[in-house]
């Protein structure tokens, strides 16, 4: 079975400082993995996705994300955090055209 | 907007009630998803349908059933209501396998919140 585990129910970074939401996950095959954001009063976006083309992921709003085989670990980082960024995360795995299997999500607090 | 419809946005029912939850996919997808959020159990997948059959079961109660109909719009049937079932329903849609690029990118509705009182 597959699974995810987000680290961190909540962070709180500084405006302008380093964001990184961690995620490990377990997968007996290469996984398809996922980082979605989910603002208040609505559903998940997709933020980006790992497919194996690249182990470094770019997404929207200039997010990034890497995959690191030896670590198990898809962290998801931002150089610098705007107070738009203030949302809930959600890491996300599946395999083939299953399911998708969500973390169980990290609430970003960006503090002025 | 995702292009997935879900109604009604909201819902305030009481306990030992039935409830019918529905949701429109993103028009050419094929696979609708139900999942619940809750509080204290996240984001929890119930069912996975594809163009009409069910394809993956998860957490879904007996008490809930789901079908997706020839138009490929999906309801979840909710029964027996309790106050446990309070949350958010989301549904959410996947392309089709002919232009599925090998990971399984959903787009999500905007939820439906159910309260059990």
């Known amino acids: 079975a597959q699974s995810v585990t987000q680290l961190g129910s909540h962070v709180s970074v500084s405006e302008g400082a380093l964001v990184l939401l961690r995620c490990n996950y377990s997968?007996?095959?290469?996984?398809?993995l996922f980082w979605y954001v989910q603002y208040p009063n609505q559903g998940l976006q997709l933020l980006l996705k790992?497919?194996?083309?690249?182990?470094l992921v770019k997404g929207i709003n200039g997010f990034e994300a890497e995959f690191k085989k030896s670590e198990t670990s898809f962290h998801l980082t931002k150089p610098s955090a705007h107070m738009s960024d203030a949302a809930e995360y959600f890491c996300?795995?599946?395999?083939?055209?299953?399911?998708?299997?969500f973390g169980i999500g990290t609430k970003l607090q960006v503090i002025p | 907007d995702s292009g997935v419809t879900q109604t009604p946005k909201h819902l305030i029912t009481a306990t030992g009630q039935r409830v019918t939850l529905r949701c429109s996919p993103r028009s050419g997808d094929l696979s609708v998803y139900w999942y619940q959020q809750s509080l204290d159990q996240g984001l929890q997948f119930l069912i996975q349908?594809?163009?009409?059959?069910?394809?993956a079961k998860g957490n879904i109660l007996e008490r809930f059933s789901a079908q997706q109909f020839p138009d490929l719009h999906s309801e979840l049937n909710l029964s027996s209501l309790e106050l446990g079932d309070s949350a958010l329903y989301f549904c959410?849609?996947?392309?089709?396998?002919?232009?599925?690029?090998?990971?399984?990118?959903?787009?999500f509705g905007a939820g439906s919140r159910l309260t059990v009182l």
């Open positions: 790992y497919t194996s083309a690249a182990t």
């Open positions: 997968s007996s095959v290469p996984p398809y």
């Open positions: 996300a795995v599946s395999r083939g055209y299953q399911k998708v299997t």
């Open positions: 959410a849609s996947s392309v089709a396998p002919s232009v599925w690029d090998g990971a399984n990118v959903l787009t």
């Open positions: 349908y594809y163009n009409g059959e069910e394809r």
